[in-house]
């Protein structure tokens, strides 16, 4: 048996926390030989303590041979100590009507804290995955807050957004969702992200070709899967939940399955014409756990160009807004 790693998931007794935390345990995220021990960080708040108790009884009652211990703080210090993923998904979801980036003054200020705090005690190899919205843009803020870890073990979920994509292109072509390949996210994770369908393929072919409507490719397409978020806010009323985690469990499994190609959120560096400075999604390789490097070799069409502007202007006037607080 390995020994156990230690993952640190924030906003752990929330609704996302409820879905992700069993599957970690079960082994779904870093595999059936890895052992686990969970540090679960939540809010100083007596309630969301008190609904952590139970969610670590409920654990403890699943008898997972994977999950060899349970840590439960408000303190961030204990609970990032020595974490080799920090999971931080511990953020104010939206409400009907609210866009992500309206989250930013009050969520950017717990991921500047994360960040200098996971600097300071995380193990060495951490890695960061940020969920909490506006996710691109906290990450941003937290990385911009370490010293010694270096931004690349900083990336932000887009995996949800690159899920909903292949699920909608397998529908309008009426095939398994399996056929389905090669669907990446650009940019934010808002309404302006890119799904580059052009690069797609569908049973081995181009995706424009078998679904031969360039119309809803670039029109319905792109606005269901950059609107779904809201679109299960008006439905359930609350956030996605179950799809956000299991995406979480995607982007850790495919981070740490070298080979895997899929699309994170990372410093962009220029890539594809994004700000360097902004967290953007593009598609990636894994070269080793944890480790991976950006596939810059898409050709864009004037289209997609258009869209890569606009979701890089959303990310740069992000990072304008909360420039002060990460000074
Ligand atoms: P939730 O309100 O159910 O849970 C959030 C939890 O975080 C709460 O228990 C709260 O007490 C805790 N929390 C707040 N501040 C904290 C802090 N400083 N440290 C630790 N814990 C803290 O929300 P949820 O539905 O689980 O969503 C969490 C976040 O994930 C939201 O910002 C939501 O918008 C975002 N989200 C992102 C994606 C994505 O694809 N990136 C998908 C779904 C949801
Ligand atoms: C999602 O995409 O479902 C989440 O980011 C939640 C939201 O606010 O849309």
């Given at each position: 048996?390995?020994?156990?790693?230690?993952?640190?998931?924030?906003?752990?007794?929330?609704?996302?926390?409820?879905?992700?935390?069993?599957?970690?345990?079960?082994?779904?995220?870093?595999?059936?030989?890895?052992?686990?021990?969970?540090?679960?960080?939540e809010?100083?708040i007596?309630?969301?303590?008190?609904?952590?108790?139970?969610?670590?009884?409920?654990?403890?009652?699943?008898?997972?041979?994977?999950?060899?211990?349970?840590?439960?703080?408000?303190?961030?210090?204990?609970?990032?100590?020595?974490?080799?993923?920090?999971?931080?998904v511990?953020?104010?979801?939206?409400?009907?009507?609210?866009?992500r980036?309206?989250?930013?003054?009050?969520?950017?200020?717990?991921?500047?804290?994360?960040?200098?705090?996971?600097?300071?005690?995380?193990?060495?190899?951490?890695?960061?995955?940020?969920v909490?919205?506006?996710?691109?843009?906290?990450?941003m803020?937290?990385?911009?807050?370490?010293?010694?870890l270096?931004?690349?073990?900083?990336?932000?979920?887009?995996?949800?957004?690159?899920?909903?994509?292949?699920?909608?292109?397998?529908?309008?072509?009426?095939?398994?969702?399996?056929?389905?390949?090669?669907?990446?996210?650009?940019?934010?994770?808002?309404?302006?992200?890119?799904?580059?369908?052009?690069?797609?393929?569908?049973?081995?072919?181009?995706?424009?070709?078998?679904?031969n409507?360039?119309?809803?490719?670039?029109?319905?397409?792109?606005?269901?899967?950059?609107?779904?978020?809201?679109?299960?806010?008006?439905?359930?009323?609350?956030?996605?939940?179950?799809?956000?985690?299991?995406?979480?469990?995607d982007?850790?499994?495919?981070?740490?399955?070298?080979?895997?190609?899929?699309?994170?959120?990372?410093?962009?560096?220029?890539?594809?014409?994004?700000?360097?400075?902004?967290?953007?999604?593009?598609?990636?390789?894994?070269?080793?756990?944890?480790?991976?490097?950006?596939?810059?070799?898409?050709?864009?069409?004037?289209?997609?160009?258009?869209?890569?502007?606009?979701?890089?202007?959303?990310?740069?006037?992000?990072?304008?807004?909360?420039?002060?607080?990460?000074?």
């Amino acid at each position: 048996m390995k020994s156990p790693i230690r993952v640190a998931v924030t906003g752990a007794a929330g609704q996302i926390g409820y879905s992700l935390l069993f599957r970690i345990a079960s082994g779904a995220m870093f595999g059936p030989e890895q052992p686990v021990i969970l540090q679960l960080i939540e809010a100083p708040i007596e309630k969301a303590m008190k609904a952590l108790e139970g969610v670590a009884m409920e654990l403890d009652d699943c008898a997972f041979p994977l999950l060899k211990g349970i840590v439960m703080t408000d303190d961030p210090k204990v609970g990032f100590k020595d974490a080799n993923w920090c999971l931080l998904v511990g953020a104010k979801p939206r409400g009907p009507g609210m866009e992500r980036a309206d989250l930013l003054k009050d969520n950017g200020r717990i991921f500047i804290a994360q960040g200098q705090i996971i600097d300071q005690v995380a193990a060495d190899d951490a890695r960061v995955a940020v969920v909490g919205n506006p996710a691109n843009t906290n990450c941003m803020i937290a990385a911009s807050q370490a010293r010694r870890l270096t931004p690349d073990r900083f990336t932000a979920m887009v995996r949800l957004d690159q899920n909903r994509a292949q699920t909608q292109l397998a529908k309008k072509a009426g095939v398994d969702l399996t056929e389905v390949k090669n669907i990446f996210i650009y940019g934010n994770h808002s309404p302006t992200m890119f799904p580059a369908f052009a690069h797609a393929t569908i049973g081995g072919k181009p995706a424009p070709v078998v679904i031969n409507d360039a119309a809803w490719l670039q029109g319905p397409f792109c606005e269901i899967v950059g609107k779904r978020g809201a679109a299960i806010i008006a439905a359930r009323g609350a956030s996605s939940a179950a799809s956000a985690a299991n995406a979480l469990v995607d982007h850790v499994r495919s981070l740490t399955t070298p080979g895997a190609i899929h699309s994170i959120a990372v410093k962009s560096n220029g890539t594809y014409g994004f700000d360097p400075n902004v967290w953007a999604g593009m598609p990636v390789k894994t070269t080793s756990p944890g480790s991976y490097e950006v596939i810059t070799n898409y050709t864009m069409d004037d289209f997609a160009k258009s869209k890569l502007a606009a979701t890089n202007k959303e990310l740069v006037d992000e990072r304008s807004f909360v420039a002060e607080m990460i000074k």
